[in-house]
């Protein structure tokens, strides 16, 4: 009877330590997502009481950090998630995404004249992004305490999200986190990653690397609209020759898809690969001067040349989304701009704005209506005011 009790027990705790199962997750995607907008949530409305799925709590929401990041963590008893906040309005927010020159993918950085060292990737002329790489350097301590706090409640189950720039710090901090010296963290922690219009935070040799061990093992998904400007940053272009006969037949083929765009941006990329390079090292050094004022005496390993990023992560491409016709005023179109609005057979319409196809809330609208469609018919708010 003692021994059936104990097998009793043992099951009703065997889901604490179950691994992450390997393979997309419509139901990891929906609750991601969700959580991805609960900073804009919490700042628009107060709450976000109806948009977290109810069976997970927030436990942990850090101070402003770096150049104006923040992350939070969920629980459930199950799993962990580390969510990400996005970029904000604020100008070093801002500086973060354009601090794009590209750092060693491992090396030492010495903070307030005490040396760190840090790894994101062991390929040889592996590279990252200079600004998201820094802030993963200096948030890592919090994220490691956040990390052995769930441990502790038996939790080594963890996601890592984030939209936008939060999806970038995502995947950095994936590569991080399995990059650790032994005996950092607890070898029981499995990780699993979805990132949601994240931009790219690597060259290819670190994407290579990094697909290799996380996303061809069905661990890190990386979740787009093609019309979303922002994966496509900060610059991506194709190295070899303009014109090739296997590009060709690639084409013909349709292994690789033609696009007119990318091939004009290689055809210009060509002469003025190395000029842009120097002035993206020589603007990066500048703002490593500017981040000094805030953040104190930071001295990274010195920039590369490669300014040539790639993407990373399983790409997941989700429908662009429709953007509503809002008529307007005669009285309405006299306050707005008239890059800003339309005519289509003689009446007047807000035009999209630049960015909408890049809101976190449309993500999350798209997705349960392609993944959970009875969650998406009682939605009382299809689009944001804000975003258009």
């Known amino acids: 009877m003692k021994n059936f009790i104990l097998l009793i027990i043992l099951f009703s705790h065997l889901h604490l330590f179950s691994q992450l199962k390997k393979g997309f997750d419509t139901k990891e995607v929906t609750y991601t997502i969700a959580m991805c907008n609960s900073y804009n949530f919490i700042k628009q409305y107060g709450t976000t009481k109806k948009l977290i799925p109810k069976d997970f709590k927030l436990i942990y929401t850090s101070d402003v950090i770096s150049m104006d990041n923040k992350f939070q963590v969920y629980e459930n008893g199950k799993v962990g998630v580390i969510n990400y906040r996005g970029s904000t309005d604020k100008v070093f927010s801002w500086i973060e995404n354009c601090y794009s020159g590209m750092i060693p993918a491992k090396g030492v950085i010495s903070i307030d004249g005490k040396e760190e060292y840090y ?228 009446k007047w319409y807000k035009k999209e704005p630049l960015f909408f196809q890049h809101k976190p809330y449309n993500y999350y609208v798209e997705t349960l209506k392609l993944y959970n469609f009875h969650s998406y018919k009682k939605l009382k708010k299809t689009y944001l005011e804000s975003d258009l």
């Open 119 to 346: 790894n994101f990737g062991d390929s040889t002329n592996a590279a990252i992004h200079a600004g998201y790489g820094l802030t993963v350097i200096l948030l890592s301590d919090k994220i490691i305490t956040q990390i052995k706090s769930l441990n502790k409640k038996g939790i080594y189950n963890i996601m890592i999200t984030g939209h936008s720039q939060g999806g970038a710090l995502a995947t950095l901090t994936r590569a991080y986190l399995e990059n650790l010296p032994d005996k950092t963290l607890s070898k029981k922690n499995k990780y699993k990653t979805y990132t949601y219009a994240a931009p790219m935070c690597g060259n290819e040799e670190f994407a290579l690397e990094y697909d290799f061990n996380f996303s061809a093992k069905g661990t890190s998904y990386s979740i787009t609209n093609p019309k979303d400007p922002v994966p496509y940053l900060p610059l991506h272009y194709n190295e070899g020759k303009l014109l090739s006969q296997n590009k060709i037949i690639d084409w013909l083929s349709g292994k690789e898809k033609f696009s007119l765009q990318q091939l004009g941006k290689d055809a210009i990329m060509k002469p003025l690969e190395r000029k842009l390079s120097n002035f993206i090292k020589n603007s990066n050094v500048l703002i490593s001067k500017i981040l000094r004022l805030k953040l104190g005496k930071i001295i990274l390993p010195d920039f590369v040349s490669d300014i040539n990023y790639y993407p990373v992560g399983l790409k997941k491409e989700i429908p662009p989304f429709k953007y509503p016709k809002i008529e307007l005023t005669k009285k309405e179109i006299e306050n707005l701009k008239p890059s800003s609005i339309e005519e289509i057979d003689g």
